[in-house]
């Protein structure tokens, strides 16, 4: 018998809930963090396990699975670029469940879905995005006022 073999269909039709994955790996990789129902986060961390794992090969086959996964080019270079340098040498559990308690419209459990090392790293890089394009902003309208 195959006890337990099955898996959550999350309430969608086929077709809606693997797109609603993809979304999900997509943001999910670009951000490092996503916040979502937990039976969501549960149906979604294999796959993004499995992204970040194809990421570490960088191999171009590898690359064109990912790409056939995701919907946007920035996911596929966060998985082969930043991730898969900061997970080089760890052998899988990329991700953590973090619940978070019921959401108050409908009582569903809520949870963050995030990489190990998330607040080592997340916070400081967005911070410092934050900045250089503020810089960017300011040297582009001081050239602008000036031109």
């Known amino acids: 018998m195959r006890h337990l073999s099955g898996y959550s269909s999350l309430g969608r039709a086929s077709d809606h809930r693997r797109a609603m994955l993809r979304n999900m790996t997509t943001s999910f990789l670009i951000e490092g963090r ?9 149906a ?11 990421g570490k ?3 171009l ?27 080089n040498t760890r052998p899988g559990g990329y991700t953590r469940i973090i619940k978070l308690g019921q959401r108050s419209g409908d009582a569903t459990q809520m949870a ?35 031109g």
């Open 34 to 42: 996503i916040r979502t129902s937990l039976a969501k986060a549960r």
């Open 44 to 54: 979604l961390r294999p796959i993004v396990e499995k992204m970040i794992t194809l």
């Open 57 to 59: 090969r960088q191999t």
């Open 61 to 87: 086959h590898a690359r064109r699975q990912v790409l056939s996964y995701v919907f946007k080019k920035d996911a596929v270079e966060a998985a082969f670029g930043k991730l898969s340098t900061r997970f």
């Open 112 to 146: 963050y879905l995030e990489l190990v090392d998330f607040q080592d790293h997340e916070g400081k890089v967005k911070a410092d995005e934050k900045k250089k394009r503020g810089e960017k902003k300011a040297v582009a309208s001081e050239e602008h006022a000036h």
